[in-house]
Antibody, heavy 120, light 110 residues
Framework: QMQLVESGGGVVQPGGSLRLSCVASGFTFSTYGMHWVRQAPGKGLQWVAFIWYDGNKKYYADSVKGRFTISRDNSKNTLYLQMNSLRTEDTALYYC?????????????WGQGTLVTVSS | QSALTQPPSASGSPGQSVTISCTGT?????????VSWYQQHPGKAPKLVIYEVNKRPSGVPDRFSGSKSGNTASLTVSGLQAEDEADYYC??????????FGGGTELTVL
């Protein structure tokens, strides 16, 4: 069955960096766009970034543009999120999510998330 | 861009229907038929229940339905069941390669 497993979260100081990973299985990863979505503790969902199935196009929320980079390695069925210049407001549970075919704006299946805490 | 506006809470008795609204602008909800809805139980990942305004993914009961009028989208849950108690989030494409979520609505089954 379909699975998305995130990892790489942890505690980091403001200004620091982290790289999140999301390993996919149970579907043809290389044919689907993928998203990162975050949820601050006790708060709502916020879209972070999207990458086309082939990695050729990437889109970011204004709040992370210039600091975060989404990428993928289709040979490893893995999605990444490189997070630099982290701020306390980036503290959240980060989910990776699969998109519907030929979309770019739906979150069809979600992982369980990895927690990022930015604190001094 | 601001988040879409949802009521913080909604409630209904078992068997009843409840409708949750999601209000945006002509640049997001009103401008595209790309509204989706997500159900999130406590401590769990969200689950897609409606996409493209009114389409249900395979496996989602037909008790869940969606609609849109102008800048407001709606999710209706008919024949409420205890398992429907969860947080519900709307989302839409908002142009300029941007996606917005609503603030979420906590649905209580009385």
């Amino acid at each position: 069955q379909m699975q998305l497993v995130e990892s790489g979260g942890g505690v980091v100081q403001p200004g620091g960096s982290l790289r999140l990973s999301c390993v996919a299985s149970g579907f043809t990863f290389s044919t689907y766009g993928m998203h990162w979505v975050r949820q601050a503790p006790g708060k709502g969902l916020q879209w972070v970034a999207f990458i086309w199935y082939d990695g050729n196009k990437k889109y970011y929320a204004d709040s992370v543009k210039g600091r975060f980079t989404i990428s993928r390695d289709n040979s490893k069925n893995t999605l990444y999120l490189q997070m630099n210049s982290l701020r306390t407001e980036d503290t959240a549970l980060y989910y990776c999510a699969k998109d519907l075919p030929r979309s770019g704006y739906y979150f069809d299946f979600w992982g369980q998330g990895t927690l990022v805490t930015v604190s001094s | 861009q601001s988040a879409l506006t949802q009521p913080p809470s909604a409630s209904g008795s078992p068997g009843q229907s409840v409708t949750i609204s999601c209000t945006g602008t002509s640049s997001d909800v009103g401008g595209y038929n790309y509204v989706s809805w997500y159900q999130q139980h406590p401590g769990k990942a969200p689950k897609l229940v409606i996409y493209e305004v009114n389409k249900r993914p395979s496996g989602v009961p037909d008790r869940f339905s969606g609609s849109k009028s102008g800048n407001t989208a709606s999710l209706t849950v008919s024949g409420l069941q205890a398992e429907d108690e969860a947080d519900y989030y709307c989302s839409t494409y908002a142009g300029s390669d941007n996606v917005l979520f609503g603030g979420g609505t906590e649905l209580t089954v009385l």
